[in-house]
């Protein structure tokens, strides 16, 4: 929730003095947020899936202490449209996404980011995005009660390319969150260690309303050079001798 966090419309990176500020329907906020995150995240006091009928509350969350209060809305539809099954869990009918284009466009982006175009193809195709995202701030909208509580801009012309690489990493992360893209680009950008001990860190204090939860990480550590892959497992590397390699560190 805190990467949707928006000053003058573009993403706040600043957040980690107040990670624990929350949003709630219709109260008040110090922040605005990029209204992709009415899209993409369950939260206390907001419709679930945009149906007022069916908002999410704290009694919603099975075990708090462990998941917390939100929750990811990306991969269910909306809950009037039923389920194709009840017993014992509820199941849904619906496809999964393995490509989608707004992924292709900012992989194009990266790409030309990385040959040093940042300023042409490159902040268009994010731009384009982002302009999608801002037409969702409208009285017809589906988010339409969060609307006082969103704020997104567009960006101008980048300094440097690393300002570029910025700006196009966290568009991925706000655009393709809970998609299961964001390991995978840590990974390629050599960022996962510093990202995923600050996050286990951070978590170590993360509550809500008083509730702390995930404390699953406490003793969490992501080892660099080790942990970006699995081991093989070990009836894998004995089916056929001299095959396969164990991945580093294990």
């Not at 917390?68 to 099954?85: I, T």
């Not at 292709?104 to 982006?109: C, I, T």
């Not at 390629?188 to 286990?200: D, I």
Request: aromatic fraction near 14%.
């Amino acid at each position: 929730m805190n990467a949707f966090k928006t000053r003058n419309g573009l993403p706040m990176d600043d957040f980690d003095a107040d990670h624990n500020a929350i949003v709630v329907n219709g109260a008040d906020s110090k922040y605005k947020y990029d209204p992709r995150l009415f899209h993409t995240v369950g939260m206390p006091t907001y419709p679930y899936k945009y149906e007022a009928q069916y908002t999410l509350t704290k009694a919603n969350s099975r075990t708090p202490n462990t998941y917390g209060y939100y929750c990811s809305m990306k991969e269910v539809p909306q809950r009037s449209k039923g389920e194709d099954g009840d017993n014992p869990w509820q199941a849904f009918g619906v496809n999964d996404y393995v490509l989608r284009y707004t992924d292709v466009m900012l992989m194009r982006a990266e790409a030309l980011i990385e040959k040093g175009d940042f300023n042409g193809e490159a902040l268009q195709i994010i731009n384009d995005i982002r302009s999608r995202a801002k037409r969702d701030i409208s009285a017809t909208s589906l988010i339409n009660y969060a609307k006082d509580q969103c704020d997104i801009a567009l960006y101008g012309n980048f300094a440097s390319q690393d300002d570029a690489r910025k700006a196009l990493r966290w568009e991925r992360r706000v655009e393709l969150a809970m998609e299961g893209h964001r390991f995978f680009d840590l990974r390629r950008w050599g960022l996962l260690s510093s990202t995923l001990n600050k996050y286990f860190e951070s978590e170590k204090t993360d509550e809500y309303d008083g509730q702390t939860f995930a404390l699953y990480y406490k003793d969490a550590f992501f080892t660099a050079g080790k942990n970006e892959y699995f081991p093989i497992a070990s009836n894998q590397m004995n089916y056929v001798q001299g095959l396969y390699h164990q991945n580093k560190g294990y």
